[in-house]
């Protein structure tokens, strides 16, 4: 079956410009999170979704960093104003429960920011 | 503060040569340990999920294991088709959302 699909695979951003990075989830997964991976690190937690509600975003690193799921199934993690530190591979995980439990990823959407 | 450590960073194996890769984790009440498997250029798979410690999985050569403190991801006679850099993560007790704290991963390399 399909499995969870992130679009544009790379972006390249000039500092200061804002993107636009799409997660699809798995069908009927209740679940989503959203992840940044820095380059030989491990991803880090930046927010997670219920459906349309977003019931954590303690991971995002600034106010430039927002994320919405208006109808509980594709996501859309916004980034205002690219910096430098923002280049990282970003990561989309759905799970068909509401906590615990295994998480499937996407491939990632790798940012550039020069 | 919810931690985890996996070490080796990086990991050369002859192909048929077992070993194991740790991890270590401090966290408040866990709730589930995981382990993935990253290729270059891919999001992480999915392996095995651990809930308690004395808990095994198994899956072909890969074979995890739980105690308190950490787990071992172990790989009897490796090959090539094992490379990748393999994550472990918890979920602490003090989160309902289902985050996961991850490590920053070793990086196995099976030589043929």
């Known amino acids: 079956g399909a499995g969870v699909s992130q679009s544009p695979r790379y972006k390249v951003a000039k500092r200061g410009q804002d993107v636009a990075l799409r997660c699809d989830p798995i069908s009927g997964h209740v679940s989503l999170f959203w992840y940044q991976q820095a380059l030989g690190q491990g991803p880090e937690f930046l927010t997670y979704f219920q459906n349309e509600a977003q019931l954590d975003k303690s991971g995002l690193p600034s106010d430039r960093f927002f994320a919405e799921r208006p109808e509980g199934s594709v996501s859309t993690l916004k980034i205002q104003r690219t910096q430098q530190e923002d280049s990282a591979v970003y990561l989309c995980?759905?799970?068909?429960?509401?906590?615990?439990?295994?998480?499937?990823f996407g491939p990632g959407t790798r940012l550039t920011v020069t | 503060e919810d931690q985890v450590t996996q070490s080796p960073e990086a990991l050369r194996l002859q192909e048929g040569e077992s070993s194991s890769l740790n991890c270590s984790y401090t966290?408040?009440?866990?709730?589930?340990l995981f382990w993935y498997r990253q290729d270059p250029g891919k999001g992480p798979e999915f392996l095995f999920t651990l809930y308690s410690a004395g808990e095994e999985k198994e899956k072909e050569r890969l074979k995890a294991t739980l105690t308190k403190k950490e787990s071992f991801l172990h790989i009897t006679a490796p090959k090539p088709e094992d490379s990748a850099t393999y994550l472990c993560?918890?979920?602490?007790?003090?989160?309902?959302?289902?985050?996961?704290?991850f490590g920053q991963g070793t990086t196995l390399q099976v030589k043929p």
């Open positions: 993560a918890v979920q602490a007790g003090s989160s309902n959302t289902g985050k996961l704290i």
């Open positions: 995980a759905s799970s068909p429960r509401t906590s615990s439990y295994e998480q499937y």
């Open positions: 966290v408040s009440g866990l709730r589930g």
